[in-house]
C-alpha cells in the first residue's frame, strides 16, 4: 500500500505544471464555491437580522384571528342568528396584568408592553398623522431597536418631568421642530396636550422616522382615555427562531393574535428560498465544472501513463493495484486542490469583506456598508468533500479503464 | 533438469472482423539453465509467444504449466503473483519508471513482493547493479544514462526477485553493436553463472547463432526448435 501510495506521488510530482493546473482547477472551484457560499448565506443572514433586529419577533396586539362567538350563540347553539348586532368589546388586551405576568413566568426573552394609538402632532399650523405609543422606557429599551438609533437623547429622557416625547428626525424635519421644542398632540378622543421633545431617532426606515412618536405609557393611556388599557405586547427572543413555537403558545394561551416575525415577513422570506436555491445551483455548477476539470486532467494522466501501467502489470503488479494507484491519484489532486481551495476561499472571503461601499440614503446622508460574509465550516466541508467525491470519480473511471489494459497491447504499441 | 515451462499446444488468435492467429499450436518445454532463442520473420507471432509464455497474455486455447503448475485456472491477480515471482522481464524498450531513480526501479519488484527489509533490498538492488557494471549510476534517473545502461539497469530489475526465467524482447533491438555485445554478454552470464534460463526473442543472427537452443516461428507455427553443442564461451 505504501509502495502504491509512493508511486501515486512520484507520478503527480513527475509533472509539476501539469499537476498544478490539475490543483488549481479543483482549488479554484472549491476557492470560489466558499466564498459563494460565505457571501450568499451572509447576505441572506444580514437581511434576517436587520429583519429580526427592527422587529419584536413576536407581536400581540389586541386581534382576534376569528371574531370573537357572540353571547347569543352561546345560549342558544342550535339557533342560527341573522343581523346579530355584535357585543361591544372593550379594546385592548383584557386585563393587561394578569397577561404580561403570564407571558414572563415561560417566554425565553424579553418583553414589553404598550399602547399604540393614532394621533395627530400639531405644530407651526401643520398637522401630520402618527403613531403613539405609549411605552415603559426602561423595558422598551431591551426590546426595541429604536433604542440604539438615537440621534439624540434617549428613552429613559421620557422619565424627566413634565410631557415628554421622542421623534423621529425626518418627522421634526418635517414639523421644524428640534430638540426642546414643544409639540401638540391631539389623540382621536380630542385630547390635546403639549409634549417636549427630549429624543430624536434615525432608523433608516423613512415609515417609522416619519410617523413614530413615543410618549411614556400612562401619558399614553390618559391621551386615548383608556386607563390601564395595554394593546400590545412585543417579545424579544433568545432565539429569534423560536418565534412561531412561542407565538402559538402565545396565542393559545390569551387568545389574542401573536404574529411571529416570520409570519409578518412571509413573502420576504419565500424570495429568500428562491434566492438560496439559484445560490446551491450556481455553487453546485462551479463545483461540477471543476469536478469535470478533475476528470479531464486525471484521464490524460491515466492516458500518458498507460506505458508505466504495462510496466508494472509485466513486473507483476495487479489490476487492483493499478486501480488503487490512479485513486489515490485522483484523490491527492482532489485533496490537495481543496487544501488550497480553502485558503482561496479563506483570501476571496477576507478580500471581499474589505470592500467597503456607500449607501446614499436621499435626504440622510450616507451609511458605510461592508459585505456581509457569513463564515461557516461547513462551507470549506462541503466544498471540499465535493471535490474530493468528483477527483475520487475523476481518479475511478480512468483507473478502471487502465487496470484491465492488457499490457501487451501497450508493449506493442511502444515497439 | 527441472522442467520449468511446460506448453502444450498453445495458440492464440487475436479476435477481429477476420481473427489473426498470432501462435498456432506451440508445444515446447524449457528446462533449468537454458539459454533460448526464438527467431523468425517479422509478424511470425516470436513476441505474441513470448508473451503468452511470461503470462502477460492468455492463450485462446491450449495450456501452459510454469514450474509444474497449470496457469489456465489462474485468475488475473494469481498471475501477477507468478509473473513477479518466478519471472523476468527485459523488453527492447528498457521500460524503466522515469520518474524513478535507477536503484528504485531495480527496487520496485521487491517492494511489491515484499519479503525483504529496506535495507535488505537496497542492498540486493544495489548488489545486482553493481554486478552489472553500473555500480556509479545508482541515484541516477533513467534518462541520465546510455541506452545499453539502461537496458543494463531493466536486466537488474528483471533479477530482482529472483526469478527462474527471464524473459527478453528483442533485447537488444535498439541498441548499437557495442551495446549489444556487453547485454548479449549479460543474458548468458545470466545462465552460466547464475543458472537462469533466459529465452530471448530477436531477430539479431549473430546472437541467434550463439545461444544453445534456437526456436523458429513462421506464421506462428514452430518450424524447427534445435538445440546447438555448446557455445564457446
Known amino acids: ?415 | 533438469m527441472s522442467i520449468l515451462i511446460e506448453a502444450d499446444r498453445l495458440t492464440r488468435i487475436l479476435p477481429a472482423i477476420v481473427p489473426v492467429t498470432l501462435v498456432r499450436d506451440v508445444s515446447l518445454t524449457v528446462s533449468e539453465k537454458e539459454f533460448i532463442a526464438i527467431t523468425g520473420p517479422s509478424g511470425s507471432g516470436k513476441s505474441s509467444l513470448l508473451y503468452l509464455l511470461g503470462l502477460l497474455d492468455r492463450p485462446t486455447s491450449g495450456a501452459l504449466k510454469i514450474g509444474g503448475q497449470d496457469t489456465s485456472q489462474l485468475d488475473d491477480d494469481a498471475l501477477a503473483r507468478l509473473r513477479l515471482e518466478s519471472l523476468g522481464f527485459v523488453f527492447q524498450f528498457h521500460f524503466l519508471l522515469p520518474e524513478f531513480s535507477v536503484l528504485k526501479n531495480v527496487e520496485l519488484p521487491m517492494r511489491k513482493a515484499g519479503r525483504l527489509s529496506a535495507s535488505e533490498m537496497s542492498e540486493r538492488a544495489a548488489g545486482l547493479l553493481e554486478d552489472l557494471g553500473l555500480a556509479g549510476h545508482l541515484d541516477k534517473r533513467p534518462d541520465q544514462l546510455s541506452g545499453g545502461q539502461r537496458q543494463r539497469v531493466a536486466v537488474a530489475r528483471a533479477l530482482a526477485n529472483d526469478p527462474h526465467v527471464v524473459l527478453a524482447d528483442e533485447p537488444t533491438g535498439s541498441l548499437d553493436s557495442k551495446s549489444s555485445e556487453q547485454v548479449f554478454t549479460i543474458l548468458r552470464d545470466l545462465v552460466k553463472k547464475r543458472g537462469k534460463t533466459v529465452i530471448a526473442v530477436t531477430h539479431d543472427m549473430d546472437i541467434a547463432a550463439r545461444v544453445d537452443r534456437r526456436i523458429h516461428l513462421v506464421d506462428g507455427k514452430v518450424v524447427s526448435d534445435e538445440r546447438v553443442a555448446l557455445s564457446p564461451a
Open chain 1, 1 to 415: 500500500m505504501r509502495l502504491i501510495l509512493e508511486l501515486a506521488l512520484t507520478h503527480i510530482a513527475g509533472r509539476g505544471r501539469q499537476t498544478i493546473v490539475a490543483i488549481l482547477g479543483v482549488a479554484l472551484g472549491v476557492g470560489f464555491s466558499i466564498a459563494m457560499a460565505a457571501l450568499m448565506q451572509g447576505t441572506e443572514k444580514d437581511f434576517i437580522a436587520q429583519l429580526v433586529d427592527t422587529m419584536p419577533h413576536v407581536q400581540i396586539s389586541d386581534e382576534r384571528r376569528t371574531p370573537r362567538r357572540q353571547p347569543a350563540e352561546d345560549l342558544f347553539p342550535a339557533a342560527q342568528f341573522e343581523g346579530l348586532r355584535p357585543k361591544e368589546d372593550r379594546r385592548g388586551i383584557l386585563n393587561p396584568a394578569a397577561a404580561f405576568a403570564s407571558l414572563r413566568a415561560w417566554v425565553p426573552g424579553r418583553m414589553a408592553q404598550s399602547l399604540r394609538t393614532q394621533g395627530v402632532v400639531r405644530y407651526a399650523g401643520r398637522d401630520i398623522g402618527v403613531s403613539i405609543i405609549g411605552i415603559e422606557p426602561e423595558i422598551e429599551a431591551s426590546v426595541s431597536s429604536v433604542a440604539g438609533d438615537f440621534v439624540q437623547g434617549s428613552f429613559d429622557a421620557l422619565q424627566a418631568g413634565g410631557n415628554n416625547i421622542v421623534v423621529g428626525d425626518t418627522l421634526a424635519q418635517r414639523l421644524g421642530a428640534s430638540m426642546g421644542t414643544t409639540i401638540q398632540l391631539v389623540s382621536p378622543t380630542g385630547q390635546s396636550r403639549g409634549f417636549k421633545i427630549v429624543g430624536q431617532f434615525h432608523t433608516g426606515s423613512n415609515a417609522r422616522d416619519e410617523s413614530e412618536t413615543y410618549v411614556l405609557l400612562k401619558n399614553a393611556q390618559i391621551l386615548s382615555e383608556r386607563q390601564n388599557a395595554i394593546n400590545d405586547i412585543r417579545l424579544r427572543l433568545d432565539d429569534p427562531e423560536a418565534a412561531p413555537r412561542v407565538a402559538r403558545q402565545a396565542e393559545a394561551e390569551l387568545g389574542y393574535k401573536a404574529v411571529p416575525w416570520q409570519e409578518a415577513n412571509e413573502s420576504l422570506l419565500e424570495a429568500l428560498v428562491v434566492r438560496n436555491i439559484v445560490m446551491y445551483t450556481v455553487v453546485g455548477a462551479i463545483l461540477l465544472v471543476a469536478g469535470f476539470g478533475i476528470y479531464n486532467i486525471i484521464s490524460t494522466i491515466t492516458h500518458e501513463k498507460a506505458r508505466d501501467i504495462a510496466i508494472l502489470k509485466s513486473l507483476g503488479f495487479t489490476q487492483s493495484n493499478m486501480r488503487r494507484l490512479f485513486l489515490i491519484e485522483g484523490l491527492a489532486l482532489g485533496f490537495a486542490g481543496s487544501v488550497v481551495g480553502w485558503l482561496i476561499g479563506f483570501l476571496l472571503c477576507f478580500t471581499l469583506s474589505q470592500v467597503e461601499f456607500k449607501i446614499s440614503g436621499g435626504a440622510v446622508g450616507r451609511e458605510i456598508t461592508r459585505l456581509p460574509l457569513f463564515w461557516s465550516p461547513w462551507h470549506y466541508a462541503i466544498a471540499s468533500a465535493f471535490a474530493l467525491v468528483s477527483s475520487g470519480v475523476a481518479g475511478y473511471l480512468p483507473a478502471r479503464h487502465a487496470a484491465q489494459l492488457n499490457p501487451v497491447d501497450i508493449i506493442r504499441g511502444a515497439a
